[in-house]
Every structure is written in structure tokens, then in C-alpha cells.
């Protein structure tokens, strides 16, 4: 099966020629006012401009408002909404039908219990993503680069497509696919040199590791 590779956080025109460049399959636009990696309205059009048609745009957001979803909508028209706050099954629904896009809803994973929280979601969104849990006190959500115990996902199965997230870089994402045979994978500060400056070699050495990868288990399949 090919592997879905999600580049997130782009915010430069650099890191968007340099993901398109990769052969990434999705770019993250985040529009998280605490993220390091925000972007305003006008600078995302400009991205989504620059990416469209090459890959697919996912607007990444934490417990928007209608007026805020309009207004993202309206500058970047995404591909795809990606929830990452505490938006319920019901909100996802809704968006989902009132808005027209499909979503992909991110689960916050610190150890098995939390996959007990997928389901209801598996009837809504059209994709999951599993991140690490924020540790208690965290000012804000997100996975904070840091990786979770991937083998809580060894063997599962979802009704819908997901992305593996947290802390995932050249360095271990061969070894995360070889636990867990995740269908995708998403990065963000894997291909950063700091919180929010991406590196165009990285984003370059984490795609083509991700793809060999997946190419080294299916030939020893």
C-alpha cells in the first residue's frame, strides 16, 4: 500500500516549493493562533496558491468557530479540514455538512486507553491522525514534537485512513512504520531546525525516507 506523507506547518514559500518538490501527498496550513507555525490569512493564500493542485491543502485548526472555518476557507480553500482541539463526534459532523469538506480529526494518544476515543469519530471524519497527548499543564494542544508508545497501534484497525503523528523525523520514521505499519505519516517540527523554521533538506530526507521505508516492508513481504 503507498504511504500517505503529510508535511505540516508550512508557512514559507521555501518549505511549500520544498514539500511540493518532495512528492508529499498533503501540506498543513495551521491557523492555531498559539502555534509557532501559524500563518496569517493573506501569507496561507499565497502558500495554497503556490501548492494547489500539487498536492493536497489541509487547514489545521483547534475548536474554530463558523466565522473562523469561513474565514480560512475563504483564504487558503482547502482540500481538507483537520481538527487538532476537543472538538466532539457531533462538531465534526456538522462541520463536515455545513462546509462541504472532509475532515481529518486528530486523536491526542498517551497510552491504550485512548483509542477507546476514535470511534464515534470513525463515523464522522473522513481520516484520523494520532498524536501525543500535551502533558498536563500544556498551554496549548498539539503534540509538542514528542513521539507516543507507537506499539498501542500495532495491529489495529480503523474504518477510516490514519496518520501517524508526534515527534516522527528521518530518524525513526522507519522504525515507526515497522511497528505499527501506519497508512500515513505527518511531521511538523521532524523537518524544523526550530520551533516553526523549516528546513527544505529535511522536509526533502523525511518523504524519501518515509516512502523507502515502506518500499523495504513490502519487499519483504
Same mark, same amino acid.
Given at each position: 500500500?503507498?504511504?500517505?506523507?503529510?508535511?505540516?506547518?508550512?508557512?514559507?514559500?521555501?518549505?511549500?516549493?520544498?514539500?511540493?518538490?518532495?512528492?508529499?501527498?498533503?501540506?498543513?496550513?495551521?491557523?492555531?493562533?498559539?502555534?509557532?507555525?501559524?500563518?496569517? @490569512?493573506?501569507?496561507?493564500?499565497? +502558500?495554497?496558491? *503556490?501548492?494547489?493542485? &500539487?498536492?493536497? $491543502?489541509? /487547514?489545521?485548526?483547534? =475548536?474554530?468557530?463558523?466565522?473562523?472555518?469561513?474565514?480560512?476557507?475563504?483564504?487558503?480553500?482547502?482540500?481538507?479540514?483537520?481538527?487538532?482541539?476537543?472538538?466532539?463526534?457531533?462538531?465534526?459532523?456538522?462541520?463536515?455538512?455545513?462546509?462541504?469538506?472532509?475532515?481529518?480529526?486528530?486523536?491526542?494518544?498517551?497510552?491504550?486507553?485512548?483509542?477507546?476515543?476514535?470511534?464515534?469519530?470513525?463515523?464522522?471524519?473522513?481520516?484520523?491522525?494520532?498524536?501525543?497527548?500535551?502533558?498536563?499543564?500544556?498551554?496549548?494542544?498539539?503534540?509538542?514534537?514528542? @513521539?507516543?508508545?507507537?506499539?498501542? +497501534?500495532?495491529? *489495529?484497525?480503523?474504518? &477510516?485512513?490514519? $496518520?501517524? /503523528?508526534?515527534?516522527? =523525523?528521518?530518524?525513526?520514521?522507519?522504525?515507526?512504520?515497522?511497528?505499527?505499519?501506519?497508512?500515513?505519516?505527518?511531521?511538523?517540527?521532524?523537518?524544523?531546525?526550530?520551533?516553526?523554521?523549516?528546513?527544505?533538506?529535511?522536509?526533502?530526507?523525511?518523504?524519501?525516507?518515509?516512502?523507502?521505508?515502506?518500499?523495504?516492508?513490502?519487499?519483504?513481504?
Amino acid at each position: 500500500m503507498s504511504l500517505l506523507v503529510k508535511i505540516c506547518g508550512v508557512n514559507s514559500l521555501e518549505a511549500a516549493d520544498a514539500t511540493v518538490r518532495a512528492g508529499a501527498d498533503f501540506a498543513g496550513l495551521n491557523f492555531y493562533a498559539r502555534s509557532p507555525r501559524n500563518v496569517r @490569512p493573506d501569507v496561507a493564500h499565497a +502558500l495554497a496558491e *503556490r501548492m494547489r493542485g &500539487r498536492l493536497r $491543502l489541509v /487547514a489545521v485548526l483547534c =475548536d474554530p468557530s463558523d466565522a473562523d472555518l469561513q474565514d480560512v476557507i475563504a483564504a487558503a480553500a482547502p482540500d481538507f479540514i483537520q481538527f487538532h482541539g476537543s472538538e466532539t463526534p457531533e462538531r465534526v459532523g456538522e462541520v463536515r455538512s455545513r462546509f462541504g469538506l472532509p475532515v481529518i480529526k486528530a486523536i491526542a494518544v498517551a497510552d491504550a486507553s485512548d483509542l477507546a476515543s476514535p470511534s464515534p469519530y470513525e463515523q464522522v471524519a473522513d481520516m484520523l491522525l494520532f498524536d501525543a497527548k500535551p502533558a498536563s499543564g500544556a498551554d496549548r494542544t498539539g503534540g509538542y514534537g514528542t @513521539p507516543f508508545d507507537w506499539q498501542i +497501534l500495532r495491529g *489495529r484497525k480503523f474504518a &477510516r485512513p490514519w $496518520l501517524l /503523528a508526534g515527534g516522527l =523525523d528521518s530518524e525513526n520514521v522507519g522504525r515507526a512504520l515497522r511497528i505499527c505499519d501506519a497508512p500515513g505519516v505527518d511531521t511538523a517540527s521532524g523537518v524544523e531546525t526550530a520551533p516553526g523554521v523549516k528546513d527544505v533538506n529535511l522536509i526533502a530526507e523525511f518523504v524519501q525516507t518515509a516512502r523507502n521505508a515502506r518500499l523495504a516492508e513490502g519487499a519483504e513481504i
